[in-house]
């Protein structure tokens, strides 16, 4: 089977997590279409709750009406995995890709965003893992580096993602991550003795972990494509 050759990767900065979920959606469907090549959005959300389809509500540990007070918002989503927390200083990958065209399964997939997430850390000492059965993302220790929640329509891929570079972790205190109680969050800061570089150049990385590990030999970056179409071509 021919594997994936062009990706096309929007860098988006920040977005409203609503905003972000309409764009998933329309993308879907234009790539079920084959309107569209396979599409990696690149952003990070404001402060935002998302619960999985499984609708979770308990292990949100703040009353709902007191989100506000703390900057953050609730948001319900067909994704699976449980309640997570989307902020600043954190690397969000929503992949609109077709598992049909490069021949993988939900299980291989999910391992390959794994992957992306491990190689990511990797270049920075950090030495991290899959989670024991049961356990979903990425683990240093018994501590969440990485989040994955993933939806997956016809074979279509949407949601994705969250890698930790330097959020505020207290946001974290208000939610059993991910359904999984007694288990701490944790940082690339945290973890690494390494003097990080700017977060944009961990974002490329991550991207580049993900291009490498899917296969596909031509990249497409557009910058701020909800401003602009203009985009450079990267072989």
Known sequence: MRGPVKLEVWKMGFVNYLDALKLQEKLVSDRKLCRIPDTLLSLQHPPTYTLGKRRTDHNLLIPASELKSIGAELHYTQR???????????????????????GLGARNYVEKLESTMIELSSLYGVK???????????????????AIGVRISHGITSHGLAFNIDPDLKYFKHIVPCGITDKEVTSL?????????????IHEQLISCFARLFGY????WKENPSLSSDHEEIE
Do not use: M
Not at 189 to 201: G, I, N, Q
């Open 80 to 102: 699976g995995g449980d309640i997570t927390f989307h902020g600043p200083h954190q690397a969000i990958l929503y992949p609109i890709i077709s598992l049909r065209e490069i």
């Open 189 to 201: 800061r945290r973890e690494t003795s390494t003097v990080l570089p700017t977060e944009e150049v």
């Open 128 to 146: 991290a893992c899959a989670g024991q059965k049961g356990e979903t993302g990425v683990w240093v220790g018994e501590r969440k580096i990485g």
């Open 217 to 220: 030999n031509t990249v497409v």
